[in-house]
């Protein structure tokens, strides 16, 4: 067995004795430090003495993380969340600078201490009485076996107390070769990777013998916190964590300067192997991992090794009819061959908020990787309309039979344009919603105000900022979008209803005993009046039947919406023209399941676009799955409210052109119905040129 000689001291400069200033505070704080320290010591001597005997370190070699469990609404297991399988590996079969790396990071004086570090430990608990918390750190290696080993996370004296007991133990009874072949065999590195061999394959797919210099450095560093250092999650983290350990084993003397300048310029590089956490459905899978972390507080490490019984929402049937239409190429444009055209859904019960079925990525992935159904934050184009404009109008006393203005128009300088550039003089609400014209709907927004628009889709759980405070918003012009979770949600608040429930995919947690430590308590919220949810649901079937959204028609039922976003208008997307787009939406729903729909590319660029300007694809996306989530369910219409009555509106116009224009409202109100725009005619101009 290869004994590692520490050296942070032989060799090392000595330590000047620095002058202390006038009015320093340095001797009070060191005779506070001194008697910290031997009231700890004390302390550990009495706990020792006492108990240090009954505590039972059996199973030290022999560690059994317990895998949780997913559970689908009907009770099913569907899915494993559990640790990769520990291979340990002997001490000569891990490199020393990964050993050396461990020790100057962690713990650098792992040799010469008995398992705890007083001096280390009191410094800590001095600056936990200060600060009056015990959240402080100061373990060592030995100790953190213990924890990870035989205690809980909680930061309570009693515990820390504990944990040096074991430590003390530990340190009895094994060498100190053993404690680290047992802790670099043992301990999390992220990514549901456990030990220097799993952590070696998950990262750079080779054996932990195999490792580098500035690789062992990397993996050195990852213990303290996962998550935050993951080079797959946080490269530039990972670096400057990689670069300090680097620092560290310099300092004390394990590696040379020329050692040290040559591993701290090379990249990051990595080549993480085949094998994926255990389980189906890994987008759904990783949703509840984000939801149990993020809205309940569990930690990846407990969920991986917890024994947690986590139950949901999912239905088996959604969401195998999403993975089945997401294997099939032949459902998504061609893309192309250098980037793969991504694409993401999102189907939920509208009555419940539960989602029950969901797909973050296009081809292969990897565990807690960027989940494109709740993480992606795009601009939904016309998709918001509903939301930020005929929604509120609604509400303002609008109906489908009011008249909207549809000429030029330019409000302090934004002048919007229809699709198809043409003007109508005034059109119908019905019409502009099911043509998804966009001059009527920047209209009607600032009629009724902007800040009327923006409450309603907040109080749809949209978090729009005051950056969004602009007319364009009325096209899903937003400072940093929304997911089609978000979507989802919202469009789920017109097939309730008017009632919002807000998107979850866990109902309750507990352990394996069936001791509940988690529930779900999602907001409900009435957004609008039912009657009004019912005309928008009207309005939107409309557009599914006769308007841009006809590639979502099923035999049941169905409103939504289209949505999509133009190129930038930069220099880079110079000279190119026709039906081209950088994002493509459709978000709609039946009397059962809501569904929101994203297709385009990670990184939109002069070679990677949509080539259509509509929303034909995500549109038949929308339709197949459903009608596979919907094979055998009895078809049934939606519910109008008792209290609704089409005969009550008034056929007239919602307020002449012009009603209610902000200051310096330059609008040109012109009623040139049929009438070609400027913009188009100078197209046809310029192709006339072309042409002759």
Same mark, same amino acid.
């Given at each position: ?67 949780? +469990? ?14 990769? &399988? ?68 909680? /930061? ?32 999390? +590195? ?8 799993? $952590? ?77 956490? /255990? ?18 507080? +569990? ?67 990897? +565990? ?94 949209? *978090? ?30 017109? $097939? ?58 099923l035999n049941r039922p169905t409103a939504g919406k289209t949505g999509t976003t133009q190129l930038p208008d930069t220099e880079e997307f110079a000279g190119i023209s026709g039906a081209v787009s ?13 569904? $929101? ?52 509106? *008034? ?7 012009? /009603? ?18 400027? &913009?188009?005619?100078?197209?046809? &101009? ?7």
């Amino acid at each position: 067995m290869v004994k590692i000689m520490v050296r942070p001291n032989k060799g090392a400069p000595p330590v000047k004795d620095k002058k202390r200033k006038p009015g320093s505070t340095r001797p009070r704080w060191g005779l506070r430090l001194f008697l910290t320290a031997i009231a700890l010591l004390l302390a550990l001597t009495i706990t020792s003495a006492i108990g240090i005997a009954q505590l039972d370190i059996s199973t030290l070699k022999n560690p059994m993380p317990l895998p949780s +469990f997913i559970y689908d609404r009907n009770g099913e297991k569907v899915s494993q969340l559990s640790s990769s &399988k520990i291979i340990p590996v002997s001490l000569e079969q891990i490199p020393l600078h990964l050993r050396q790396a461990v020790v100057a990071v962690e713990d650098r004086r792992f040799y010469e201490h008995p398992g705890v570090d007083v001096l280390s430990i009191a410094r800590a608990l001095a600056r936990d009485l200060k600060s009056q918390s015990w959240a402080e750190g100061g373990s060592t290696i030995t100790q953190q076996l213990a924890k990870n080993m035989f205690l809980t996370s909680d /930061k309570s004296l009693g515990r820390k107390l504990k944990e040096a007991g074991y430590a003390l133990k530990i340190d009895l009874l094994h060498d100190k070769d053993e404690i680290l072949e047992l802790y670099l065999n043992n301990i999390y +590195f992220g990514e549901g990777s456990w030990g220097v061999q799993g $952590a070696a394959k998950k990262y750079f797919g080779k054996d932990a013998a195999e490792l580098t210099l500035e690789e062992s450095a990397l993996l050195a560093g990852l213990p303290k916190a996962p998550t935050h250092y993951s080079p797959f999650q946080h490269t530039e983290k990972a670096l400057e964590r990689r670069n300090t350990v680097l620092a560290l084993m310099k300092e004390q003397q394990y590696i040379t300067e020329e050692e040290y300048q040559a591993a701290v310029t090379q990249p990051i590089v990595l080549a993480p192997a085949e094998e994926e956490l /255990k389980g189906k459905y890994p987008s759904y899978r990783d949703y509840v991992v984000q939801e149990a972390i993020g809205r309940y507080g +569990f930690t990846e490490e407990e969920i991986l090794t917890g024994g947690l019984q986590i139950y949901t929402e999912l239905d088996p049937i959604v969401q195998e009819a999403v993975e089945e239409v997401y294997r099939e190429d032949s459902f998504f444009p061609a893309g192309k061959e250098d980037q793969l055209l991504q694409s993401a859904i999102v189907l939920l019960d509208h009555t419940s908020g539960g989602v029950r079925g969901l797909m973050g990525h296009r081809g292969p992935g990897v +565990f807690r990787g960027f989940n494109r159904a709740t993480q992606l934050k795009r601009q939904p184009g016309s998709a918001f309309k509903p939301i930020v404009v005929y929604g509120p109008a609604l509400e303002k006393g609008y109906t489908p039979y009011s008249y909207l203005y549809d000429g030029e128009l330019n409000i302090n300088g934004y002048q919007p344009q229809n699709w198809d550039h043409r003007y109508r003089g005034q059109v119908s609400l019905t019409d502009a919603v099911t043509n998804s014209w966009n001059i009527p709907a920047v209209w009607l927004l600032n009629e009724i105000g902007i800040d009327t628009g923006l409450d309603y889709a907040r109080s749809m759980g949209l *978090p729009l900022s005051e950056q969004d405070r602009h007319l364009s918003v009325a096209l899903g012009g937003l400072s940093e979008g929304v997911s089609p979770l978000q979507m989802a949600q919202a469009f789920g608040t017109f $097939a309730n209803q008017g009632v919002m429930n807000e998107a979850h995919a866990i109902t309750k947690i507990t352990t394996q005993e069936g001791r509940v430590l988690a529930e779900a308590n999602p907001l409900s919220r009435q957004v609008t009046s039912p009657e009004h949810a019912y005309t928008m649901t009207r309005l939107l079937e409309n557009a599914v039947r006769y308007g841009t959204g006809t590639q979502a028609r099923l035999n049941r039922p169905t409103a939504g919406k289209t949505g999509t976003t133009q190129l930038p208008d930069t220099e880079e997307f110079a000279g190119i023209s026709g039906a081209v787009s950088k994002d493509a939406w459709f978000v709609g729903y039946t009397p059962e399941l809501t569904a $929101a729909v994203w297709l385009g590319y990670d990184l939109t660029d002069r070679n990677h676009y949509l080539e259509t300007s509509g929303s034909a694809a995500p549109a038949a996306l929308f339709r197949e799955i459903m009608s596979r989530s919907l094979q055998g369910v009895a078809v049934v219409p939606f519910e109008a409210p008792p209290s609704y009555r089409e005969d009550k509106w *008034p056929v007239e116009p919602g307020g002449k052109p012009g /009603k209610g224009k902000e200051k310096n409202n330059e609008s040109k109100n012109k009623k040139d119905k049929g009438k070609k725009s400027e &913009k188009e005619k100078e197209k046809e &101009k310029k192709k006339k040129k072309e042409k002759d």
